[in-house]
């Protein structure tokens, strides 16, 4: 399993403020996903002039918002056995994955509670 991209995600139902906070802070927008899973979950990656990352995507399943980290690989199904064998759950209570076109992912919780988005891009 090789990790291609490591970010702070925000989760959240103000997803739209939250952008607007670290477009003041010199982040701009450069990919967005929309209706992900076909349950009105948009996406967007942010970058600033110095490479920094940070991914906000508009969620509907949570009053608080969620800070998680965003874990690219090369082998989603690899990364996921790993970390289940570390202790981790899928959020979802089910061993379930979102899946897109493009995308495969799922929210992944730590035996001591943090979080990682593990996301694995089709080719």
């Known amino acids: 399993m090789k990790i291609t ?9 103000n997803a739209e403020e939250i952008i607007k906070l670290f477009e003041e802070l010199g982040f701009e927008k450069k ?22 990352h940070v991914d906000v995507a508009k969620i509907h399943a949570t ?16 990364a996921y056995e790993f970390l289940k064998g570390k202790g981790f759950k899928n ?24 979080s990682i988005q593990l996301t694995q891009h089709l080719k």
């Open 31 to 52: 990919h967005q996903k929309d209706n992900i899973d076909n349950k009105d979950i948009t996406s967007v990656r942010m970058t600033d002039a110095n490479g920094f």
């Open 91 to 114: 959020a979802s209570g089910e061993d379930r994955a979102v899946e897109s076109k493009s995308a495969k992912s799922c929210l992944l919780i730590s035996p001591s509670g943090f």
């Open 5 to 13: 991209t490591f970010n702070p995600m925000i989760l959240s139902k």
């Open 63 to 78: 009053d608080k918002d969620i800070t998680t980290m965003r874990m690219n690989v090369d082998d989603y199904d690899e």
